[in-house]
């Protein structure tokens, strides 16, 4: 499998994916559309056990959803937009990867904000270092977390924090992201790498169908959650589209879209605090 913001390796039963959308590690619709076709190369696979997410960027796991791939997707009618109403295509590609049989395993080290971290929240295991940062900053925009992750955050981690998280738009550090429950665990790095990849092997150890009769019984459990989840992302939805008929939220947008480089994303909670001064 080769793409192009994705470096893909195999070792054994666990399939390694490292983002790699150089300098930012944005994800745009090229990084949507090549994970979408990843998943799908998964859904009947039983050579692979465990899916590991990784960056090729030591500064960004993934930084947010390109704002200008966004803006695009909003005039644009050649871009691809999800086959239903309710759910945007975003909430597609989570949706899509949380219900693969693989286990994922997400590991972060560096920035990871927007609909990087809606992404992350689908994973099944998240770690982190200390160094890494989390934040969904879109409400200091105008607009909110509408990828899954205003959903499934306060699903993970209870509306009271999950207000927080969003309401905030600062950046949270690997140790307040454990605490929260937004990540599994924070590792130093040289720990974070020899833990995952030992978590991985010992998973791709276990049978198949032991691997399938835990998710079943999770399944079960949460069968009135994904009832849930799913108006919530109804709600997500109705809500942006809302949201971006305000005149000032797309000329921020527009605003933000144009300061996509190292030096703004490196504090990007300062950097739209900056602009919202000068406004």
């Known amino acids: 499998m080769t793409y192009e913001t994705l470096n893909v390796r195999r070792d054994g039963r666990i399939l390694h994916v490292d983002f790699n959308n150089p300098p930012l590690n944005l994800m745009n619709i090229q990084m949507v559309g090549e994970l979408f076709d990843l998943s799908a190369s998964l859904a009947f696979d039983q050579d692979t056990a465990v899916v590991v997410f990784g960056s090729a960027n030591p500064e960004f796991f993934i930084a947010h959803f390109d704002l200008s791939d966004l803006l695009r997707s909003m005039s644009d009618p050649a871009v691809p937009q999800s086959r239903y109403d309710d759910i945007n295509v975003l909430q597609a590609l989570t949706t899509a990867w949380q219900i693969l049989p693989q286990v994922k395993i997400g590991v972060v080290d560096g920035i990871c904000r927007g609909g990087g971290l809606e992404f992350l929240l689908a994973m099944d295991m998240r770690f982190a270092t200390p160094e890494s940062r989390f934040c969904f900053p879109e409400v200091s925009g105008g607009i909110l977390p509408a990828g899954g992750g205003t959903t499934r955050l306060a699903m993970q981690i209870g509306p009271a924090r999950a207000r927080e998280v969003i309401l905030s738009s600062r950046d949270f550090t690997g140790e307040e992201a454990a605490?929260?429950?937004?990540?599994?665990?924070?590792?130093?790095?040289?720990?974070?790498?020899?833990?995952?990849?030992?978590?991985?092997?010992?998973?791709?150890?276990?049978?198949?169908?032991?691997?399938?009769?835990?998710?079943?019984?999770?399944?079960?459990?949460?069968?009135?959650?994904?009832?849930?989840?799913?108006?919530g992302f109804t709600g997500e939805n109705a809500a942006l589209r809302k949201l971006l008929e305000a005149p000032a939220a797309r000329e921020f947008l527009v605003k933000m879209a144009a300061m996509q480089n190292v030096e703004h994303e490196r504090d990007l909670p300062a950097t739209i605090a900056a602009v919202q001064e000068r406004q």
């Open 179 to 231: 605490a929260y429950g937004i990540v599994n665990s924070v590792l130093s790095r040289e720990e974070l790498k020899t833990y995952t990849n030992t978590l991985a092997r010992d998973v791709a150890r276990r049978p198949a169908g032991t691997i399938a009769a835990i998710a079943e019984v999770f399944k079960g459990m949460s069968g009135a959650a994904v009832e849930a989840q799913f108006a």
